[in-house]
Nanobody, 116 residues
Framework: QVQLVESGGGLVQPGGSLRLSCAAS????????MNWYRQAPGKERELVAA???????NYADSVKGRFTISRDNAKNTVYLQMNSLKPEDTAVYYC??????????WGQGTQVTVSS
């Protein structure tokens, strides 16, 4: 089994920054892709950013230039640096990992609220 534990959410003012972390543990041979999704109230879950084990990244248009995804393969950890936050970034952020030979796993989610 694989567990994903997120941290770093909270309340921030518009224009502020937050850094999310997600650490994977368990019987992990290799994590091929690590993703951050988010889900706002009344909306569908959407992909925010993705990073492969070769550090190729992909971003939703709404966060390009403001968010940066990174990972530490040795620690099985993915990060999301969020700058210039807007109220519309308010959501529960979920970590997702595609683990070789085991499948797809999700974290429990961490709340990010952008409000003055």
């Amino acid at each position: 089994q694989v567990q994903l534990v997120e941290s770093g959410g909270g309340l921030v003012q518009p224009g502020g920054s937050l850094r999310l972390s997600c650490a994977a543990s368990g019987s992990i041979f290799r994590i091929d892709v690590m993703n951050w999704y988010r889900q706002a109230p009344g909306k569908e879950r959407e992909l925010v950013a993705a990073i492969t084990r070769y550090f190729t990244t992909n971003y939703a248009d709404s966060v390009k230039g403001r968010f940066t995804i990174s990972r530490d393969n040795a620690k099985n950890t993915v990060y999301l640096q969020m700058n210039s936050l807007k109220p519309e970034d308010t959501a529960v952020y979920y970590c997702n990992a595609r683990v070789a030979t085991l499948g797809e796993y999700w974290g429990q989610g961490t709340q990010v609220t952008v409000s003055s």
